[in-house]
């Protein structure tokens, strides 16, 4: 009897899935591409007020030549401004085939960019749109893009790595991490309440309805420390990894804020205001949040989150009916007494739109827990 042949056997194909833990692709330089874009637009149409139709063409500065009035310092700010944008435009359109389409294509955008905001200051009378400023820009965009391009990947690995050890694994936490950076931002205007966000009275012209008056201002000024310590330091806490201790990592989070709010006291008002923003109100309500933030790190996060929400909405609602500060009205007459004046408007409309940039994050960032 012949004997039976033997029976294939089926080997199904071995699955080609990426490996767990392999990570994945940061989106961070595209949040921060974003946020940039956004504050230089901001920065060169401030104050946004004036707009008028001169007959002018919006591109003739073009031939205007070369300009009367410019300085050293300001050509340097420009090629500067704009050095970042083409170095986190590089880094973002890093998957475009070829090792030269990522930074042509963000000088361009980086040109495009400056082009459009010159054109649009033709309309605006406190601006004066130049063709030196359009050169300066490009050539940052280009300076930048050049330095993504020799040492953008090398900064981008390390970036992620520490992302990656820094971050817990959550969806959009690179976005987090962008609104923290603004929030720190926001410490740099000496018109606003230490800590305080989400000022809207400003914007839309509305005066201080309450007069002012010494206790209730110290009420307010600690309530409003107090809500925004417990919202940021809840935040901050759900992107931490669970790698690090945040009985160490937030305290540095806050100190580092208390420190960029001196320096900007010091450097951009006198250094005789650099401690002004310590007062009565400002010192209990540190201590004050700071133990509330201390008991609440215990609870899970999704309760975490909620916590922090109601937070930031009543220290935001707080914030526009707290009667006015003497000290920031002073502070803002010097202020604006020097070359500043586009960066303060910068600063003090990321203080008012970052709670409500904050609240939808935390909304997003709720659902995926």
Known sequence: MPPSAPRPRLVSPRPTATP?????????????ALAYTGLIVYASLHPFAGWRDLGLSPFAFLDAGWPRYWTAFDLTINVLAYLPLGFLLTLTLRRLPGRASAPLAALLLGALTSLSLECLQTWLPTRVPSNLDLACNTLGSGF????????????????AALQRALLAPLPHAEAGLVLLGL???????????LFGAGDLRHLIGLPATVPYAAQSFFVSETVIIVCNTLAIGLIARTLLAGRFPPQLVLPAFFALALVVRTLAAALLVTPQNALAWLTPGAGLGLLIGGLVLTLTLLLPPAPRIALAGLALMAGTVLVNLTP??????????????????????????AASLWPFLALPYLTLLGRRL
């Open 324 to 349: 006015p500060n003497p000290y920031s009205a002073a502070a803002a007459a010097l202020w604006r007494q020097g070359h500043f004046l586009n960066f303060n408007g910068l600063t003090r409309l």
């Open 144 to 159: 930048g893009a050049l330095l993504a391009l020799r040492h953008g990947e090398r900064f981008f690995s390390r970036a």
């Open 183 to 193: 929030w720190l931002l926001t410490q740099l205007s000496p018109e606003t309440l």
């Open 20 to 32: 767990a833990h392999a990570p994945a692709r940061s989106r961070l330089p595209h949040y921060l």
